[in-house]
């Protein structure tokens, strides 16, 4: 009889990497490498240095395996170690400038804006389209919910800078949502 090893329980698979077997690695894998990708793309634009950082931050998953010590969620603490390794390449490339032209900031105090229509893929769109230094602070306070400290640790920059690359952020995504939403008007009419 052949014993074929089937990896249940989270329990299961970190004992299993643990180990080194091969079908609990690949089982953490496939599990994780879609949602971590995703969270990859937030931070850089090109498909293929994301799917670099996803591979990089399984890589120091594995690596750091035993210093898990079961406290808190097994999923939170690997997109710790995903969106570090994302940071990471951020501030290693000099192509993906943190720096922001603060000239070029918009002023959209009047623009009003609605999400009454705007999809979530929309939405992730125009994250996207936000310069490095906005788009990395957006997705670490608005989406990953790490606070202003915690930002300016990561990036090496000041809590005020945090705050201010925020709001500019801010401003950007409401004033492309107000002039999607003018682009809307005039084609329906």
């Not at 609990?24 to 850089?44: D, G, M, N, P, T």
């Not at 969620?73 to 951020?90: A, N, P, Y």
């Not at 070029?104 to 009047?110: I, R, V």
């Not at 999400?115 to 979530?120: A, G, K, P, R």
Request: hydrophobic share 35%.
């Amino acid at each position: 009889m052949l014993f074929r090893k089937t990896f249940t329980t989270e329990t299961d698979i970190i004992k299993g990497c643990l180990k080194g077997e091969r079908k609990a690695q690949q089982h953490l894998y496939e599990s994780y490498s879609k949602k971590f990708f995703a969270i990859c793309l937030r931070y850089v634009k090109d498909r293929d240095l994301a799917e670099d950082i996803m591979i990089e931050g399984f890589m120091k998953i594995f690596e750091k395996l035993p210093q898990y010590e079961a406290k808190g969620s097994f999923e939170g603490w690997m997109k710790r170690i995903v969106v570090t390794q994302s940071l990471l390449t951020l501030r290693n490339n000099r192509n993906l400038s943190m720096e922001v032209n603060m000239e070029s900031h918009l002023e959209t105090a009047d623009s009003p804006y609605e999400l009454n229509h705007l999809e979530t893929a929309e939405l992730m769109d125009l994250i996207q389209g936000l310069p490095v230094g906005y788009r990395t602070v957006f997705n670490l306070y608005a989406i990953e919910g790490y606070s202003h400290a915690e930002i300016a640790d990561l990036l090496g920059i000041t809590e005020s800078t945090s705050k201010s690359q925020l709001n500019r952020a801010r401003n950007t995504l409401k004033q492309k949502i107000a002039d999607q939403q003018i682009k809307e008007r005039r084609i329906n009419g």
